[in-house]
């Protein structure tokens, strides 16, 4: 597997969404100005590929109903403020006034979500690129249409390659999603490993679960809004339906199985059956690797021989290892976490066996109907004036972002006047693209600007002073616009470091010049950069702190809506399969805010990183109570018990809910005493069945236990 493991990545990534977006772009910005200069109407080319590069902005991965809407909504924006920005650029004062104005209303549009806010940067960035271009009123009316042409031949490519291969984007998704799971199984597994740091393999799951259920989020919106796989309509739709809500399902079971690993390690490490853990879980990863890759390339994936030898090597030892505890030398709970670690690794694998089987029905009406109601999980976006007028309060972080956007702007317009470089909207370029909502983003996209443009322009100026073929030219500018496209949403430095010697390479084919305009670059970025990181921490301010207590509320009540529903399975034997799945899919979206939010506030100041270690403490705690539950569900649904009397554990569930309820009720009243709640206490008659398989009560005790600890934490952040 180690073997393959870097041909098959540069495989994933060719047949990867991000670089199915760089060869489109590519494609739609290049075109039209290669045809033009055919004709010798290099110019005209040139706005065509403006009003192209523009509209890409907003083609980012999502359902094609809201990709189409942003790119005609886009094209009419930049048709009308191109046409403004070209009769008002010859007065400092009309164009300062209109980019102030514009600066703030489309900043604003950050509150209707990413895609409205990526309308607004692609309307301010025709204004930004026009702010210079001073011609008649004749030719500013020529101009707008032709970016108009062009942004709408753009849309038109966009649409035209999704209708040729409508489940494309999904299938690639979905396989990203899928490649998300295998690496956290990878992290987790590391829990079996002797001498593991626990602390550090803690922080990168949480990281890692952020990314799972930002890429399932994503799957989820392109699914649910594509009409082909909500009707059921094609094979293809429902084999694409079946593998993502299994997916879902089975990265419940991951996140189940959660235990004291250092007591397992104390245990058991002399045994040497914990590395057989550990690999029987990588195994399993590698198999969600191989479905991903399939997904992507069309292919059919076979299950590996080793996996099967390895998950029934383990069946074996563990036995073999309870056989030969007749003298107790290990501990019987111990054996028996052993045991459910193993049973829970058998169906994630048997889940996967089932993932396997969709591929050889993919293509037939054979494959099964899944059983979800779409409409429940797909979240409404509001877009209406209300929501406007709403934010316009100093408390709406989203308003103090436009008010330091608007000012920034302004600034920069006032310095690139005062410089009056031959490119000096670059400068206002570079505050356009870093300049976002929060500190800890902008000063990152700051780095990430700085490291990229810097390195970019010493090889774009190695290539152009070194390199004087114009074919050898033109096949590195199609390679580095490529690059800069496909990796613009996947990592931001690379994409910087493609783009600078691709505009290098592009001026020198216009004769503009290149070692200047590299070191003009430069320049012109580390102005930019400094005025948007120095008003990011002076100017209106939003810090992650200031969202803590709607985000730990947020996951509370999560937690205890997922907990009520599984308990539902024991008290009253019932299973609502799609209010458990919706509360299932709260949970992982508030602890993937929550911890989101507590890695961002390592990068704002020390001064303003509030209870950083109980906020620390109380995410842990969130995501062990989110485990417990989770493993709790799974009891009751994939394992064997004999305990019964499930009566005797509605105290401890009726005080585990109200623990969460004060919890909540102490963040949003800021309590600061702790009060005399007692931990409820199952009496060892209550408990007394067979040996070995007390497991669900005690699970509703550790539920409890955890639940305590957050309501005794609660009083201590006071936000």
Known sequence: MQIR????????????????????????????????????????????SLGALCVSVVDSPGPMVHRRNAMLVTTALIFVFSILTGLTNRNHYFIGFLLTISSFIFSMFYI??????????????????????????????????????????????????????????????????????????????KFYHHNNNYDKTYADLLQLQVSVHEKQDAVRELLFRTREIVRDSTPEGRF????????????????????NYKQLHDQFDKAGILSDYEMAIKRISYALDDIAFALKSGGTPTISKRLLIEIERLKIKINKLEEDNQNQEYNTLGIIALKNIEVNIENILSRVKTIFSYFKLRRTEEIRKADVDAEKFITRQKFDLSLFTENLTYSSSTFRHSLRVTVVMLLGFVVAQILNFSHSYW???????????????????????????????????????????????????????IGCYSFQRKNYVVSVLFMTPYI?????????????????????????????????????????????KEAMIDILKANRAYYQQVARLYFEKTYQRTEYKLARKEVYVSTANLASLFQRMFSEPKSKQLFIKEVHQFTALSHLISSYVATLSLYNKEHDFVFE??????????????????????????????????????AESSTAIKKGEDLVPEQFDLIQKVAYDIYKLSVKIKI
């Open 5 to 48: 493991q870097p041909i098959r990545n540069i495989q994933d990534f060719l047949l990867s969404t991000y670089f199915a977006d760089g060869l489109r772009i590519t494609i739609g910005v290049l075109l039209p100005s290669l045809i033009f200069a055919q004709y010798g109407m290099l110019k005209y080319g040139m706005t065509l």
């Open 112 to 189: 209707y979500g990413l895609r409205a806010a990526s309308i607004g940067t692609a309307t301010l960035l025709i204004i930004v690129l026009s702010i210079d271009d001073i011609r008649p009123w004749q030719e500013v009316l020529l101009h707008a249409f032709l970016v108009l042409a062009g942004s709408l031949w753009y849309t038109g490519l966009s649409y035209f390659v999704y209708r040729l291969r409508p489940f494309r984007l999904v299938q690639q998704s979905l396989s990203d999603s899928i490649l998300e799971v295998a690496e956290f199984l990878r992290e987790k597994a």
């Open 240 to 259: 694409l339906l079946l593998v993502f809500v299994d997916m879902v399902d089975l990265f419940e079971q991951v996140m189940s199985t959660y235990y």
């Open 427 to 481: 400068i206002l370029l570079t505050i356009l693209v870093i300049s976002k909502p929060g500190f800890s983003l902008t000063k990152e996209r700051n780095y990430q600007r700085l490291i990229g443009t810097t390195i970019g322009a010493f090889i774009g100026m190695g290539v152009v002073s070194y390199i004087h073929d114009k074919d050898t030219l033109f096949i590195i500018l199609i390679i580095c616009m």
């Open 504 to 548: 290098l390479i592009l001026f020198d084919f216009l004769g503009m010049g290149t070692i200047a305009l590299a070191r003009e670059r430069i320049y012109d970025t580390f102005i930019g950069s400094g005025i948007a990181l120095l008003a990011s921490y002076s100017l209106f301010p939003t810090w992650e702190y200031e969202k803590l």
């Open 645 to 682: 009397n499930f009566d005797t554990l509605k105290p401890v569930s009726n005080n585990t809910i109200y623990l969460l309820d004060t919890a909540i009720e102490n963040l949003e009243q800021g309590k600061a005493i702790i009060d005399n709640v007692p931990l409820i206490r199952l």
